[in-house]
């Protein structure tokens, strides 16, 4: 069987955020591309983007434009990936899709490589990006998991507005400069687009990310809730989330509460097991107020992790404070990752 050294790629949703990031990573890593196809929506169709310093012009997403791609990579909402995943796969492509259309679906991968890379052998076609707060969290838990064991995970999320997409960006900084002018705040974007109301974010904090379901919670509480215990492979595995919009543009931070299985775990043990943890980098230390922030974690690729400290009241209890970019990590450059595993371990 003859290897493949380079290949055909399409980016779906190429002018969007996520879009932008992977085109940028796709040639800071040098992805061995043959031929790229930018896509997007009719009416971005026509316009120009550069790619590694050529100009290349998009097209208008439609089934017959997978002919010859290998590699897909979706990131334009999961109405386009319902309609137009399948037909790629039919087309001979590997799907990477970046919304929650497949995530939950069971002959679908949803794959986090630093947690569970093997998964994506067993993919027919479509493999998912998992939710941008639940990549990282489950970065950092994996190798507590493996070492320590995991019984039940608490989860309280500080989500910054531009997971809400381009437009909530746009509408903080507008209700910034109200607030500071002493104008009403005007608010058409958050929590949820289209929702019945809308709250102002800057200076304030909403928990509420998604729409509720009729148990109270949200859909992107109940994808974490979800997306963990199928990472971790875990059915058993007690998890809780409260999902938090705040004030600020980049990078999610988590405050996660852990309970091990196995006792006379200490600090330390986790502070090794976490540096030595693919993909992590450890900033801990109370005494030079070292500890990871949104601001310290925009654009780097790592996810971070601080204040690690042992519950007062539980002895298998750990409190950890999980920060990363949710563009980078949270979605464009896990994506480009998985990408790169099924290159290098021929898993086309």
């Known amino acids: 069987m003859t290897v493949k050294t380079t290949y055909n790629v399409a980016v779906v949703g190429a002018t969007g955020a996520v879009g932008q990031k992977i085109l940028k990573l796709l040639a800071e890593k040098e992805f061995p591309i043959n031929e790229i196809k930018l896509l997007s929506s009719k009416r971005s169709a026509g ?5 590694n310093g050529t100009d290349v012009t998009i097209e208008e997403a439609t089934p017959e434009s997978f002919e010859g791609i290998d590699i897909a990579l979706f990131s334009a909402g999961g109405s386009v990936s319902k309609q137009l995943a399948p037909e790629a796969v039919k087309r001979g492509a590997v799907v990477i899709d970046n919304t929650s259309a497949y995530r939950m679906a069971e002959d679908v991968p949803l794959v986090v490589p630093e947690v569970n890379k093997e998964a994506i052998k067993g993919h027919n076609g479509i493999i998912a990006n998992p939710n941008c707060s639940t990549i990282q969290m489950v970065t950092a838990l994996k190798p507590i998991k493996e070492q320590f064991g995991l019984k039940r995970v608490i989860v309280s999320t500080y989500q910054a507005v531009s997971g809400a997409g381009t437009q909530a960006t746009v509408e903080l900084q507008k209700q910034a400069k109200q607030y500071l002018n002493n104008q009403e705040l005007e608010a058409d974007i958050l929590p949820v687009k289209g929702d019945k109301k809308h709250y102002p974010i800057a200076f304030n904090a909403l928990p509420q990310i998604d729409v509720f379901d009729e148990d109270g919670y949200t859909f992107e509480e109940m994808k974490m809730i979800n997306e963990t215990k199928k990472i971790l492979d875990d059915q058993e595995l007690a998890v809780a989330a409260t999902c938090v919009r705040l004030p600020f543009f980049t990078s999610h931070a988590e405050s996660v509460y852990i309970e091990v299985e196995k006792s006379g775990v200490t600090v330390k043990d986790v502070w090794k097991e976490l540096e030595a943890a693919d993909g992590v980098i ?8 070292t500890y990871p922030t949104p601001l310290s974690a925009a654009n780097k690729e790592a996810v971070f992790v601080g204040r690690v400290r042992k519950d007062i009241d ?6 950890l404070w999980v920060v990363s970019d949710n563009l980078l990590k949270g979605a464009a450059l896990n994506t480009v990752q998985i990408a790169e595993s099924i290159i290098k371990n021929n898993w086309l």
Do not use: M, R, W
């Open 47 to 51: 316009k120009i983007i550069s790619f």
């Open 314 to 319: 539980n002895e298998k209890g750990f409190h």
């Open 282 to 289: 450890l900033e801990d230390n109370p005494a030079t107020q």
